[in-house]
């Protein structure tokens, strides 16, 4: 009784990222403009739109953060279709974090920087693909970027 439960819908990438955006408590316009999305291709997903506006939320507060720690950088949003899934990349190109942490980070309480959050985030955005038959997972360099990758099952 540990994972998510919602009620499942055929939703829209498109909305849920317009909705993601529109309603982030931004602190400023500066942090607005860090974002570029390219969401040039729609797809529908079964699961809800809310879980998944609070997935892209949360990994778009991660990478301000990072931005702002490293007071340089900018956020890409875009989308895939392949045969068998459909993609959602969330990437900043602030510090890119350290590799090893790319699974550690998705463990309950991890976090890796004090004061940065419960550490739940990226525990949630797990557990809610995985409640939508999706799956997340990290891709990074070091130096360079640091990469969400959100997979959905295509649904027609």
């Not at 956020?75 to 900043?92: L, R």
């Not at 590799?99 to 998705?106: G, V």
């Not at 419960?118 to 949630?124: D, E, R």
């Amino acid at each position: 009784a540990n994972s998510v439960s919602v009620r499942s819908e055929k939703s829209s990438i498109k909305k849920a990222l317009d909705l993601a955006i529109d309603t982030f408590p931004f602190r400023s316009e500066e942090e607005r403009n860090y974002i570029n999305i390219h969401a040039n291709k729609d797809f529908n997903f079964w699961g809800s739109s809310t879980i998944c506006v609070h997935i892209l939320q949360n990994l778009i507060k991660n990478a301000i953060n990072a931005i702002q720690s490293a007071n340089k950088g900018s956020i890409k949003v875009w989308t895939e279709s392949h045969d068998q899934y459909n993609y959602v990349y969330v990437e900043d190109n602030a510090v890119g974090l350290d590799p090893k942490y790319a699974e550690y980070i998705f463990e309950r309480f991890s976090t890796l920087e004090e004061g940065f959050g419960t550490g739940l985030g990226l525990a949630f955005c797990r557990n809610a693909m995985e409640s939508m038959d999706g799956t997340i997972w990290c891709e990074s360099k070091e130096g360079q970027y640091t990469r969400f990758v959100l997979r959905f099952k295509r649904t027609s």
